[in-house]
């Protein structure tokens, strides 16, 4: 079974770039036909897709964040990151990485989360 763990700072200044990393674990992030999200869910609303990168290494962003996101991984580590620029208080979520395959048009596992506060 798949496990995701996402790592990185709790605490990013206003302006600066958020950088997050989810290691994987119990299969290969270049398996055809996976996907691999981040996901994210501000205080008090609901969840919020950032954006994936596939198994062929091509990336696709939520049009609302796309002009600040980069999802990039290193198959070496297994691992895939979040980078999110310019960050505001707004983006104060809590952070997750995610699995989804296609075939079953379902995510199939997710990291536990990661608290990312924004402020000064």
């Known amino acids: 079974q798949v496990q995701l763990q996402e790592s990185g700072p709790g605490l990013v200044k206003p302006s600066q770039t958020l950088s997050l990393t989810c290691t994987v674990s119990?299969?290969?992030?270049?398996?055809?036909?996976?996907?691999w999200f981040w996901i994210r869910q501000p205080p008090g609303k609901g969840l919020e897709k950032i954006g994936y990168?596939?198994?062929?290494?091509?990336?696709d962003y939520s049009p609302s964040l796309k002009s600040r996101t980069s999802i990039s991984r290193d198959t070496s580590k297994n691992q895939f990151t979040l980078q999110l620029s310019s960050v505001t208080p707004e983006d104060t979520a809590v952070y997750y990485c995610?699995?989804?395959?296609?075939?079953?048009?379902?995510?199939?596992?997710w990291g536990q989360g990661t608290q990312v506060t924004v402020s000064s």
């Open positions: 995610a699995h989804y395959t296609s075939p079953e048009r379902a995510f199939r596992s």
């Open positions: 990168i596939a198994y062929s290494g091509t990336t």
């Open positions: 119990g299969g290969s992030i270049t398996t055809n036909y996976y996907y």
